[in-house]
């Protein structure tokens, strides 16, 4: 990368379907997300939907307006299916390795890199609704993931495009609160987990890749994790969200409230000693009410993004969420909340 802090977008709801991303797709079933869309249409019917989907939404030209935006980096959550019945049992999932390949292909004659991430959220497996045996807790498929993180490592890591594996999206973790203890995995797991996961795609790919591995919202809890000298080009990802937070965001001094939360976190979270990016952030802001103009909107929604940017000055890398959604989503599609930025601003 020769020093350069890689400004890139993610690709969500490709892959993986999202009904905030694409709800055309969901509208006529009922459903909210992916496994509800299996029952509600049948597997067949599911089968044609994702690929046409996977087809159609993404193609060479996205690629081609990333990079002239002034974007050098994609990150690209595919699924634990990824290899269908060549990996772990799919169930009436549909893989995705070609379309991977056709994203490397995409990337390398534009000149981005690919961040691969697993798109697994231990502590949430109640998003499966049952659909795969042996999901319920992360314990039962932890080394599937590991076959999986292995096998993308050892198909890619000679691709001029590969910058790394994440080993995971949105984890959750368990935490006290008194007497109780929330939903999710214990952190003692996760940890444990990382480091396999580390040596998985070492033991593969050699020590250029880099392995991210995501905070799980909790950017203090990695204090010194490791950091030690046998770990080597491993970064810390933090999600930084805003748009729920309980601030009114209508002026300036609400907007610095939210950079400064977003500059906590990363000094929390880099007391790891890892370099630490941003995995996924957004321009939407948390509003008391709705009597804002449009025109007021769009302002201070600028005003927001470019403090975020010089937040993350930095972050080796920080990538938007997202590059496209089927409706235009302010705040979230990069064509629509960066288009008035100038590149040298992403660059």
Not at 65 to 74: E, H, K, L, P, Y
Request: hydrophobic fraction near 40%.
């Amino acid at each position: 990368m020769n020093g350069r802090a890689l400004h890139g977008v993610n690709l969500t709801g490709w892959l993986m379907l999202e009904s905030w991303v694409t709800p055309g797709l969901f509208a006529d079933s009922g459903a909210l997300d992916e496994p509800s869309l299996i029952h509600a249409v049948g597997t067949q019917r599911y089968r044609e939907i994702v690929d046409r989907h996977r087809a159609e939404f993404m193609r060479h030209a996205d690629f081609v307006q990333i990079a002239g935006r002034g974007f050098n980096a994609v990150r690209l959550t595919v699924p634990w299916y990824v290899f269908g019945a060549a990996g772990p049992d799919p169930g009436p999932y549909v893989g995705c390795i070609g379309n991977v390949d056709d994203a490397f292909e995409w990337a390398e004659d534009v000149g981005l890199k690919v961040l691969l991430v697993l798109g697994i959220s231990p502590g949430r497996e109640e998003d499966e609704h049952g659909l795969i045996h042996n999901h319920e807790h992360f314990s039962d498929y932890r080394d599937d993931m590991l076959q999986v993180l292995s096998l993308l490592a050892d198909r890619y890591k000679m691709r001029d495009g590969f910058l790394g594996v994440e080993v995971a999206d949105e984890p959750r973790t368990q935490t006290r609160r008194g007497l109780s203890v929330s939903e999710g995995v214990p952190l003692h797991v996760l940890r444990t987990y990382y480091r396999a996961a580390y040596d998985a795609v070492r033991k593969t790919a050699g020590k250029d890749p880099v392995i991210v591995i995501p905070d799980a919202g909790r950017h203090g809890a990695w204090d010194v994790f490791m950091a030690q000298r046998r770990y080597e080009n491993v970064w810390l990802d933090s999600h930084l969200y805003h748009y729920t937070d309980k601030t009114d965001a209508t002026g300036p001094f609400g907007v610095r409230h939210l950079v400064d939360n977003s500059l906590a976190a990363l000094k929390a979270a880099r007391r790891s000693g890892l370099p630490v990016m941003v995995g996924k952030w957004s321009g939407s802001l948390p509003f008391p009410d709705s009597l804002m103009t449009p025109e007021g909107l769009i302002a201070i929604e600028r005003v927001y993004i470019a403090e975020q940017i010089n937040a993350f000055s930095d972050c080796p890398a920080w990538f938007f969420q997202t590059w496209k959604t089927a409706g235009r989503l302010v705040g979230w599609d990069a064509r629509v909340a960066l288009a008035t930025f100038e590149r040298r601003m992403l660059d």
